[in-house]
Structure formats: C-alpha cells, structure tokens
C-alpha cells in the first residue's frame, strides 16, 4: 500500500494544476472580452463615420476614398476591396450623392474614359496601351495596372467592351468593331 500516498500527491499535483489552468483560463476569457468590447465601439465609432461620409460629401473637387465608391481607386494594402458595393452600413443604397456631384464637375468615370479611348482606334487595344495613353491624356489619373485591368473587365461584363486572345496577349476593343477580321 505504500501507492497510495504517491497516488495521493499526483491527483493533488493535478488538482493544483486543473485549478491553475481554470484562473489562468478565466483570466484569459476576461481579457478578450474587454478587448472585444473596445473592438466592438471601434467598430461603432467606424460605422457613424462611414454613414457621415456618405450623407455629407467633401467640396466638389476633393477626393475621397470610400468603400463603394462607384469609380475603382488606387487601394492601399490592407484596404477595402469594395465588396459591398450596393449598400452601406444602413442598408441605404450608395452613390447617389457621388452620381449627382459628378455630374456637376467631377472628374468622368474611368470606364468612359476608356471607352473614350477605344472609340479613337479601330484595332484592338492592349490594357497597358490603354493605361499609357490614359496617363498621357489625363496626368491627373494614375490608375494601377490591376486597376486598369479591372475596369476594362467590368466593361466587358457590362458589354460595352469586346475583349479577345490574340496569342498571350488580351486585346480590348469597342463592341462592333474589327468584327469582320475573326
């Protein structure tokens, strides 16, 4: 019988130990709930800005990025990628505003200035000749390439844009045009 006493001293060893993970456990839940709290009015206080961006536009000629925005922008890491384009944090549909300021001196839409371009050439186009001339033209706009590629994209879903492979090569042309070539 001479177990019993270690016996004895290891469940008091796991007892000791069960009870030290549990405070160190509950320690560890109190922690992330007060770190969740202030995640939670950070996240808040984020909202009500975004709402407040949106109801009051900055002066007609200063830019500002919001998610959403109905012009793809230059993107810092770690930003938005615009997923949620349709509505904001109330459900509210964007861009009316942003629509109705553009058309009092806004800078156009970076798709009609690349329909725009197209319209100017009768051979299909590559993006990075696009994105060159566009640069040229308009020194004010400086589109990434992955910008560039994205819109001439979005303008081929929407059909007002041709795109085909020549080679490894992705051309862009205006719908209607060099048809009779293929």
Known sequence: MPDQP??????????EQAAA???????????????????????????DILALAERFPGPPGTAHATPGAAEPQPRTAGSSTGAGRKAGP???????????ARAEGRQPLLGDLFVDLLREHREPRLAKELR?????RHPERTPTPQVVRNTLEALVAKGRVRRHKQQRSVMYELP???????
Not at 22 to 47: F, P, S
Not at 132 to 136: H, N, S, V
Not at 176 to 182: I, M, N, P, Y
């Open 6 to 15: 270690a016996a004895a001293t290891v469940r008091s060893r796991y007892a």
């Open 21 to 47: 993970d549990l405070q160190d456990n509950r320690r560890r839940q109190q922690e992330l709930t007060e770190q969740l709290a202030v995640l939670q009015q950070e996240e808040a206080l984020l909202v």
């Open 90 to 100: 109330e459900g509210v549909a964007r861009g009316g505003a942003k629509a109705g």
């Open 132 to 136: 060159d001339e566009l640069l040229e």
């Open 176 to 182: 209607g045009e060099g048809e009779g070539d293929a």
